[in-house]
């Protein structure tokens, strides 16, 4: 399974952005998947987290009420809506297809990890 995050790119303080993720090969309604970070510099980070039905969810902290994550299965995609963002949240976003199909922040549970889209908030 190869994902592929798009959307991406160079959005002001304020703005917002939508990033979508879908898989090429089999299908991937049957697990978790989520959205992870990472900034210039820093560690990869946590981001959101949907279940395989889309009935739970869970966020960082620093993006709780701000973003949100959905999937279509029928449609083989999921999304992150990114609003009021941040100079902060510059980052290149991964989405992850988890290897359970509930919700997980953590990156030993993540089966596939698809290439990055880079967001970068500046104005």
């Known amino acids: 399974v190869q994902l592929q995050a798009s959307g991406g790119g160079l959005v002001q303080p304020g703005g917002s952005l939508r990033l979508s993720c879908g898989p090429s090969?089999?299908?991937?309604?049957?697990?978790?998947m989520g959205w992870f970070r990472q900034a210039p510099g820093k560690e990869r980070e946590f981001v959101a987290s949907?279940?395989?039905?889309?009935?739970?969810?869970a966020y960082a902290g620093s993006v709780k009420g701000r973003f949100t994550i959905s999937r279509d299965n029928a449609k083989n995609m999921l999304y992150l809506q990114m609003n009021s963002l941040k100079p902060e949240d510059t980052a290149i976003y991964y989405c992850?297809?988890?290897?359970?199909?509930?919700?997980?922040?953590?990156?030993?549970?993540?089966?596939?990890w698809g290439k990055g889209t880079l967001v970068t908030v500046s104005s």
């Open positions: 992850t297809a988890n290897r359970g199909a509930e919700v997980t922040d953590r990156t030993s549970d993540i089966r596939y």
């Open positions: 090969g089999r299908t991937v309604s049957n697990n978790g």
């Open positions: 949907i279940n395989w039905r889309g009935s739970r969810t």
